[in-house]
């Protein structure tokens, strides 16, 4: 695991977040915190961003609302705040 050393508009992290890629396919794991909505996080380095843009459906820590994070290829990862609340 590489951890992500910095962040952008004001996110913070709880916990280490980090990514790796295994047998191709790209890995990141954590938490981010207190940002500005619908901005990036942070930039995965060359070698770890996708092909093609990718939206991911995450669960928001400690509830049961849905956020979803796009990866675009330029490796920004945006924390898109669209929340479905499951019940």
């Known amino acids: 695991w590489i951890a992500v050393s910095s962040f952008s508009n004001s996110f913070t992290a709880p916990t280490a977040v980090a990514y790796r890629k295994l047998n191709g396919v790209v890995y990141v794991r954590g938490n981010v915190f207190n940002g500005t909505a619908n901005t990036t996080a942070f930039t ?4 770890y961003r996708p ?3 990718v939206v991911v459906p995450v669960q928001q820590y ?4 849905i956020n979803y994070v796009s990866v ?12 479905d609340t499951f019940k």
Do not use: A, F, M, Q
């Open 44 to 47: 995965l380095p060359v070698g």
């Open 51 to 53: 092909s093609i843009d």
């Open 62 to 65: 400690g509830s049961s609302n």
């Open 72 to 83: 675009y290829t330029n490796g920004r990862n945006l924390e898109d705040i669209h929340v």
